[in-house]
């Protein structure tokens, strides 16, 4: 069982001596290298950064590094920065003798408080240095600490430890910083507070090596203040070109932790309205909080367990304040988004996560975890006692829901298990299982209001529950994972069109996802199981509840790692984002990993691999661009923990020559589905001999006789409470090619006579018109009364279109329609984008910020400014609170515009009614007009 141990180490004894830093800056790193070093060399990597540090700057720079916690570096070393560059020139580090450190103690145990303390009472020896920075480097996972000492049986140190060891130093550090995942958490924020003016962490995984430790040591020496060097480190860190491995998924923050205790103070009114709402069972605060808590950004998330370790707190407050409807409720969540803003100094991602505002907090399933005798220990690190409660009773709102979600409707053809949608032949048999937008159709029959590309809708949410234990091969025979068809198909991102699939209707108040799922049925001895080949989002439509898949071609991704055979990989999907106009699927899958540099024996492995997930970054044309393997430990917290928990490794690796690898998938019980989700091989142990191949190709398995199976779809609907139902199996067409019938025009012009005709409209203020061009619509034009009625056209005429460009709209003459246009494009699904010769103004901009995901390409003029009453008062010198703002305010927040009330007050300050203000890139930047 690692992650704990029993003993402290032992440290050398130090005669302290006083370093007066007057005029110059001090960094300290307290570097625990643990399987980081030992495993991947990633300490040695950072200290070769630091190295190749240069600028005259340096020399008002003291560098001091406590390191040690590898199998390669045991104990604790501590080393200035010459000392770290004599000591590369050999191209290992601790290896010289001890006279060559500022100290060594090669017994000591650097994932215990007592390494900790004696490294900060060293620097409190460095005085009066004009700035003061800590940076802790290792593993980080927020409530279970940070710092897995290799040597130690990986036992970290935890958050407690850390506060008590900050309590014993008699400095102030400017900025306590963390490259280490997971650690940008109001919990940490709480440990670090009393000695740190500012925290710089991650939200999310820090992928590769983590911080570019030659930039860090360059921005600091050079910055004015430590602000400003974090800004810096966080701009190079999100960069693409800041990593040997380019990865998705970087975030960094820096806050001011003196404004810690406003966020809390606002945190607390919400957590204590919302609880007492809970406790009285108001369906609507449930509702609202099952929606926000499922659908929030997450981070440290884990597939197999279906765990995640935080959630961004902005991200969730703005979902529940969309969704409660009380005044009080509203208002406080505003008060808390804006101590949050208040508090968040600067927040960068790197486009894969637009949901994140720079500060998580422990998700809330966390709270109610049972871990025994450590329950009031963990307790007592979250953020308040409020926070507990309102897990506690949430918890139990949820748990009273005992019922599987019921499928209402279930539409498919008889034999071929296909519904297809023709958008402009709508019939009768849909009057029962489709439901048109509301007021859209006369005498109750649906019409081209229902446009499937409304299933475009994001529907992200990736949390799963009640994983099980793996289990045994249900894939046997000499023809397994066979591959017959090769193929360049695009994958699906989108649909539209005339296209077959499922429809279903799923009746739960506390509906929380729903999945469509690919996979084969076999039977066993226990019954019926449904073993998983992938899992995607399905696609909601108008209707509450209900559901579209599109049937499945029988393709899959599968992976070649030598010449005897190609593997089907079981991928479940995991988010989708959007970079330089380009639609990215993630999908990971469970695998262990076996990597042909470790010896796992010697490390204490009670078997040979490790656990991983293989993570797969997919394009528009379904060719694999990025891949990358994270490996995870189970961590134990002591002798009596039995569940133990999940650390996620910071590096990110890919396959060499001699690595192996097996894949896991999972399977329902189809005659008992409360069993949950039971684990299996799905390959040999596979050797790697040759640079991967990633394809999109169709699949024949065969069962144990050699006969080819059959592969079938279904959709899965899940409560809140993990109460899980499946739809019928619906079987792909045993004639089916590999291809979908769709309709999809591919050019043409709407609103106009012609293409140059349209693109005239907004210099001469004439209607909106749209130019398309397979999936793009340019839009020029004023939004008048028929804007609504040309976008709808657009829709049923054009249903691969998924972009509105947005050239030349200069405002518009109705604004109750631009907002109901606005409402109309954003519930479709429709991305925005404006180009660098476009120009949008006052009702444009709202247009375009509808869209889910947003472009802007620099040099875009973007014109805002106030409005006018009819007796000529301007809105900027109306109240806040006047309710003549509050069908803007409402619009921001229909079209899930997190920054709309801020940047709406903005508009209104930045110029008067009768003119404009054209905002810079650092506004647009500020206010999240582009959403990368």
């Known amino acids: 069982m690692k992650g704990f141990a029993s003993g402290t180490g032992a440290l050398a004894p130090l005669v302290p001596f006083a370093v007066d830093g007057t005029g110059k800056k001090l960094l300290a790193v307290y570097m625990v290298g643990s399987d980081l070093e030992g495993n991947n060399g990633a300490g040695t990597t950072d200290f070769k950064e630091m190295v190749d540090a240069t600028g005259a700057e340096l020399d008002n720079l003291e560098v001091i590094v406590a390191f040690g916690g590898a199998s390669n570096w045991k104990g604790m070393w501590f080393a200035n920065l010459d000392q770290i560059r004599n000591d590369s020139l050999d191209g290992a580090f601790s290896n010289e003798s001890e006279s060559e450190y500022l100290y060594a103690a090669p017994q000591a145990h650097m994932g215990d408080a007592s390494s900790l303390k004696f490294f900060l009472k060293f620097l409190d020896s460095y005085i009066n240095f004009d700035q003061r920075m800590l940076v802790f480097w290792d593993h980080g996972a927020n409530l279970e600490g940070f710092g897995n000492d290799e040597n130690f049986n990986n036992d970290p140190l935890q958050l407690k430890e850390i506060e008590d060891s900050l309590a014993t130093t008699t400095q102030t550090y400017n900025v306590i910083g963390f490259d280490s995942c997971l650690m940008a958490t109001l919990e940490v924020a709480k440990v670090v507070r009393s000695k740190a003016n500012f925290l710089l962490a991650s939200e999310e995984l820090e992928p590769g090596h983590g911080w570019n430790w030659k930039h860090a040591l360059e921005a600091y020496a050079a910055a004015d203040n430590a602000t400003a060097a974090a800004k810096s480190i966080i701009d190079n860190f999100v960069a693409k070109d800041s990593h040997p491995y380019e990865d998705s998924g970087k975030t960094l923050s820096v806050v001011d932790l003196s404004k810690y205790e406003d966020v809390v103070n606002h945190l607390d009114a919400v957590l204590e309205n919302l609880t007492e709402q809970l406790q009285g069972s108001d369906p609507i605060v449930i509702s609202a909080l099952n929606n926000s808590t499922s659908k929030t950004q997450a981070y440290g998330k884990s597939a197999q367990s279906g765990t995640r370790s935080s959630v961004d707190l902005k991200h969730m407050s ?37 949901n994140s505002w720079g500060v998580a907090i422990d998700a809330p399933e966390n709270a109610v975890k049972p871990i025994g005798a450590l329950t009031d220990y963990y307790n007592s690190l979250r953020v308040s006692e409020n926070w507990v409660n309102f897990a506690k009773v949430y918890s139990t709102a949820k748990a009273s829901g005992t019922t599987a979600p019921i499928v209402a409707n279930y539409v498919t053809e008889t034999n071929a298990a296909n519904v297809s949608f023709d958008l402009e032949n709508w019939d ?30 994001d529907e992200l949410s990736t949390e799963r529950s009640n994983r099980a234990a793996r289990y045994l091969p249900f894939l046997i025979g000499d023809r397994r994972n066979t ?11 989108c649909v539209s069109g005339a296209t077959e699939g499922a429809l279903a209707t799923f009746e739960d108040p506390n509906l929380s996802l729903v999945r469509t799922i690919y996979g084969i049925s076999e039977e066993y001895e226990e019954g019926t199981y449904f073993s998983v080949i992938a899992e995607l989002n399905a696609y909601p439509t108008q209707a509450e509840g209900q559901y579209f898949t599109p049937e499945w071609d029988q393709r899959w991704y599968t992976i070649k790692v030598n010449a005897d055979e190609s593997i089907f990989m079981p991928l479940y999907f995991e988010d989708q984002y959007q970079e330089n106009g380009q639609t990215y699927s993630v999908y990971v899958g469970e695998i262990d990993y076996y990597d042909s540099e470790k010896d796992y024996e010697a490390l204490g492995y009670d078997f040979p691999a490790d656990y991983a997930l293989l993570r797969l970054v997919v394009n528009e044309s379904s060719e694999v661009t990025q891949y990358g393997i994270q490996t995870y430990k189970l961590q134990f917290r002591d002798e009596d923990d039995e569940e133990g928990y999940i650390l996620i490794d910071k590096t990110t690796e890919t396959f060499k020559p001699n690595d192996k690898l097996q894949f896991f998938t999972y399977a329902f019980n189809l005659n008992d589905l409360e069993t949950g989700e039971e684990w299996f091989e799905v390959s040999e142990v596979v050797e790697v001999t040759q640079v991967p191949e990633f394809k999109l190709e169709l699949l024949e398995l065969a069962d144990e006789f050699g006969e080819s199976v059959t592969f079938q779809y279904v959709m899965y609907g899940e409560d809140a409470n993990g109460n899980g139902v499946l739809t019928d199996l619906s079987t792909v067409a045993e004639n089916g090619d590999g291809t979908l019938e769709t309709e999809n025009n591919n050019s043409g012009v709407i609103g106009a006579a012609s293409e140059s005709i349209c693109e005239q409209a907004g210099q001469n203020d004439e209607p909106v018109c749209y130019v398309i061009n397979g999936t793009q619509a340019k839009m020029y034009g004023v939004l008048l009364d028929d804007s609504l009625t040309k976008f709808q056209e657009l829709q049923s005429n054009y249903p691969s279109v998924r972009e509105i460009v947005l050239m030349d709209v200069p405002g518009s003459g109705n604004d109750n329609v631009n907002l109901s246009v606005g409402r109309a494009l954003h519930k479709a699904g429709f991305n925005t984008r404006v180009e660098a010769n476009s120009m949008i103004a006052s009702e444009g901009v709202d247009y375009f910020l509808a869209g889910n995901q947003r472009i802007v390409v620099s040099g875009a003029k973007i014109g805002v400014h106030s409005w006018a009453t009819d007796d000529g008062a301007e809105g900027k010198d109306l109240p806040q609170d006047d309710p003549q703002h509050d069908p803007y305010l409402s619009y921001y927040e229909d079209i899930e515009f997190v920054e709309g009330r801020n940047f709406y007050f903005f508009t209104l300050d930045a110029a008067a009614s009768d003119s404009m203000h054209y905002m810079t890139d650092a506004e647009i930047l500020q206010y999240g007009l582009a959403t990368e």
């Not at 969309?322 to 927040?347: F, P, W």
């Not at 591959?483 to 991102?493: C, D, E, P």
């Open 318 to 354: 703005h979902l529940t304040q969309q969704r409660v409807t009380g005044d009080d409720q509203k208002s406080r969540l505003a008060a808390l988004i804006a101590a949050i803003d208040d508090y968040v100094v600067y927040s960068k991602e790197d486009g894969t996560r637009p």
């Open 428 to 457: 009768e048999e849909w009057d029962t299982s489709w439901a048109a937008e509301e007021g859209a159709a006369s005498e109750g029959e649906p019409t081209a209001q229902g446009d499937s590309s409304i299933f475009c809708e």
């Open 483 to 493: 591959v017959k068809v090769k193929t360049n198909r695009n994958a699906r991102s």
